[in-house]
């Protein structure tokens, strides 16, 4: 890492700060009531006013804090921010990750918010807006939730792990996904399908799920609650050795690792739209 970067911790600690007003004003708007502003893929792939309210306070409040980095959010930042340069943080903000379930008043959306240094995330925190939980990690420093250290699950039978997922928005997709379930279901305990990926990935790290797996997460889906979930245990990346990306993102404790990526592997799961 970069001299010209802070240490972990310190990244951290802005992160924390941010994040909590901004998942304070999340949960003010959301009392008040939502309003939807736009729409992004398709019809029912949400941007709600609080959206982009949130990121925009987040986006305030680090170049306040750090005017010389980079950020990159899912509603302004990938538009008014280069990436940082050579040793320099670039932030990355989902400012309500699990629109659809806020706007219908489902407690589980969250703040995410990590930094990044050299393409490697360092510091993250994910905050649900509904319950005020709050995970954190730094790279080498492990995941916490209030102040317990997290360890991910120790199960080492697929055929009894809990394992999360997600579906898109292109009607395709969520066609395809749909059979990669239906294919997998037989082979674990069950699915749970909650609808925010950074909660999911948080969720995992603790072991409150055994795994979780998606195809067409962005960077402020999987930035902050990947770090805490690898800084759990979990093994994250993508099939065939890839990393985790847009075309999958698998997280499993290391024995539930392989024949989990081997069923989704042998399922195309990673195929479709």
């Known amino acids: 890492m970069s001299r010209s970067a802070p240490p972990p911790r310190k990244l951290l600690e802005i992160a ?3 994040a909590r007003d901004a998942a304070a004003t999340a949960h003010r708007m959301r009392a008040e009531g939502v309003s939807v502003a736009a729409t992004k893929s398709t019809v029912t792939d949400v941007v709600t006013a609080a959206d982009r309210a949130v990121e925009r306070q987040v986006l305030d409040a680090l170049r306040r804090l750090r005017p010389n980095d980079a950020v990159l959010g899912e509603e302004y930042g990938a538009r008014e921010n280069a990436p940082a ?3 320099g943080v670039r932030w990355i903000v989902d ?3 699990g629109t659809v379930n806020y706007l219908y008043g489902l407690p589980y ?3 995410s918010l990590a ?3 050299d ?3 360092v510091a993250g925190v994910v905050r649900n807006v509904a319950t005020g939980e709050e995970w954190t990690a730094t790279a080498g420093g492990g995941a916490w939730r209030d102040g317990e250290r997290l360890r991910c699950s120790t199960e080492t039978d697929l055929g009894q792990a809990l394992v999360a997922t997600g579906f898109g928005y292109h ?3 969520r066609a ?3 059979r990669v379930v239906a294919e997998l279901i037989p082979h674990v305990r069950d699915i749970r399908r909650m609808g925010a990926a950074a909660l999911d990935l948080c969720l995992a790290a603790e072991g409150r799920v055994d795994a979780y797996y998606e195809k067409g997460l962005a960077a402020w889906d999987q930035a902050a609650g990947g770090l805490v979930a690898t800084e759990a245990g979990l093994r994250v990346a993508g099939l065939e050795g890839r990393p985790a990306g847009p075309d999958l993102v698998i997280a499993a404790p290391p024995a539930l690792f392989d024949p989990l990526h081997t069923r989704l592997a042998a399922l195309d799961a990673s195929g479709g739209p």
């Open 119 to 121: 393409g490697e995330v």
């Open 109 to 111: 959306c969250a703040v």
């Open 176 to 178: 395809h996904q749909a």
């Open 115 to 117: 930094a990044e240094v």
């Open 85 to 87: 340069a050579t040793g």
């Open 16 to 18: 924390i700060d941010v």
């Open 171 to 173: 009607p395709g997709r």
């Open 95 to 97: 400012p309500i990750d």
